[in-house]
């Protein structure tokens, strides 16, 4: 599990933690047994970065992981903070590509290239992250994963960036690519805006991703991510997969964001 509460989770409309938030945070989620904390984005500045190498001050067990795009400086700027694993993300779908980069498959797959040769060179894990995979062309993504693998990066990000997705197509999504791209590890990224980052995250997990995003209580972008409680909990008893979390804890996790985000818990929240 890569608890994003620290980058998409503070990404939510009006939410910015504290510097010792995210710290009480961070260890937190590294008590009850989280195993990567994607925790900030280099690249928006000084206090940002401060906030990072604070992070990895701290020598958790969780390793960390920073969020780029696939651009060099970016990556330099997360190797400056003392991290030894980045996401670096890129627009995969036709509509991302020609009207928000203004380019061509071609120049997003150099650009992938270009920007995972760097970060291998500086022995760093990645995790290459496909922006809008759900709207992309699948046969992209596999060459997108080809050049992943063969420049040797660690995981490729599916993200249902807008959240249009639904479990069944989920499933059968994650387990093309899967078949298409065996060596390459999948990570699901899963976004609430029809209510469905949940069973969305599940399902990928089910089709054979190995790695999944949350946040706790669901904090992100718009109607936000996928809950850290709810996917763990939907794995351990509607699926029978343990995930070694440390559940006891949730409650005094899930009160302490809701106060620092200032994001009250509804009532009828599940879990």
Do not use: W, Y
């Given at each position: 599990i890569?608890?994003?509460?620290?980058?998409?989770?503070?990404?939510?409309a009006g939410v910015v933690f504290s510097k010792r938030e995210k710290i009480t945070i961070a260890r937190m989620l590294d008590s009850i047994g989280i195993g990567e904390i994607e925790c900030g984005i280099p690249a928006m500045g000084k206090e940002e970065q401060a906030g990072i190498r604070s992070l990895v001050d701290l020598g958790l067990s969780a390793r960390l992981i920073t969020w780029n795009r696939a651009l060099v400086p970016e990556i330099e700027a997360s190797i400056a903070c003392g991290v030894?694993?980045?996401?670096?993300s890129l627009s995969?779908?036709?509509?991302?590509?020609?009207?928000?980069?203004?380019k061509n498959r071609e120049a997003v797959k150099e650009q992938l290239k270009v920007a995972l040769g760097f970060a291998k060179q500086h022995n760093l894990y990645v995790s290459v992250g496909g922006e809008d995979a759900s709207r992309a062309d699948p046969a992209f993504l596999v060459e997108l994963m080809q050049i992943t693998r063969t420049l040797g990066?660690?995981?490729?990000?599916?993200?249902?960036?807008?959240?249009?997705?639904?479990?069944?197509?989920?499933?059968?999504?994650?387990?093309?690519?899967?078949?298409?791209?065996?060596?390459?590890?999948?990570?699901?990224?899963?976004?609430?805006d029809l209510?469905?980052?949940t069973a969305n995250a599940i399902a990928g997990i089910r089709a054979?991703?190995?790695?999944v995003n949350t946040t706790v209580n669901g904090l992100g972008e718009r109607a936000g991510?996928?809950?850290?409680?709810?996917?763990?909990?939907?794995l351990k008893h509607a699926c029978g997969i343990e995930t070694g979390i440390d559940t006891h804890r949730f409650r005094e996790l899930?009160?302490?964001?809701?106060?620092?985000?200032?994001?009250?818990?509804?009532?009828?929240?599940?879990?």
């Open positions: 890569d608890d994003t509460t620290l980058r998409d989770g503070e990404q939510t030894q694993a980045v996401d670096i995969v779908s036709d509509q991302m590509i020609v009207h928000k980069l203004r990066g660690d995981r490729f990000r599916f993200c249902d960036t807008l959240g249009i997705m639904e479990p069944f197509g989920m499933f059968d999504r994650i387990s093309f690519l899967r078949a298409a791209v065996p060596e390459v590890e999948i990570e699901v990224h899963t976004h609430n209510g469905m980052a054979g991703a190995r790695f991510n996928a809950a850290l409680e709810e996917v763990v909990m939907g899930s009160l302490f964001v809701a106060k620092a985000s200032h994001r009250p818990l509804p009532v009828s929240k599940p879990v």
